[in-house]
């Protein structure tokens, strides 16, 4: 199986336009989306690009393809604007013989040191966003935690980006 991981579009329509060129260029079989999509959110600047309306027309065009966690800064109002669900806190997908989590991160996986994620089997992999900084690792726990980082604002020494998994293996993949 093909994915396309991403988090934190935060309603710029220019990264979530490269976002599903990518998508279209690798034609994967599913577009994780880790939540934050249309609003900026009080702690971000509005983005250049900001066009909440817009990225909820591009992400609909592709409903078929897309499964969403909900982020903190998506409310009702959000779920209104597009042709899929983006309200649930977590999703647990199969992927490959192994159990993946996926979750927005600003609550469950928001504390890593204290291992903070509903159990998953030794193997498992954990998916969020939410702080913007890619993270790949494996836990004491023995669980892969993933954090694509963000396609709008990055932080740290990121890049604009997001994750393409095939194969067993998560490649970085940069937005332009």
Excluded at 10 to 28: I, N, R
Excluded at 47 to 57: G, L, Q, S
Excluded at 123 to 145: K, W
């Amino acid at each position: 199986m093909k994915i396309l991981i991403a988090s934190d579009i935060h309603g710029d329509a220019q990264s979530c336009d490269a976002l599903l060129s990518l998508f279209d260029t690798h034609k994967p079989d599913l577009l994780l989306l880790l939540g934050d999509l249309l609003y900026h959110g009080p702690r971000n600047p509005i983005p250049e690009h900001y066009d909440p309306k817009r990225v909820a027309e591009l992400l609909s065009a592709h409903r078929d393809h897309i499964l969403c966690v909900r982020g903190n800064c998506d409310g009702e109002v959000d779920q209104m604007m597009v042709d899929f669900p983006i309200l649930s806190e977590t999703a647990m997908l199969f992927v490959d013989g192994k159990v993946w989590m996926a979750a927005h991160g600003h609550r469950a996986g928001a504390n890593p040191a204290e291992n903070d994620i509903p159990s998953l089997p030794a193997g498992g992999v954990f998916l969020s966003g939410h702080t913007h900084v890619p993270v790949n690792n494996v836990d004491e726990t023995g669980i892969l935690r993933i954090n694509p980082g963000s396609v709008t604002f990055p932080k740290g020494e990121s890049k604009k980006q997001c994750l393409l998994y095939e194969d067993g293996i998560f490649n970085t993949l940069y937005i332009d």
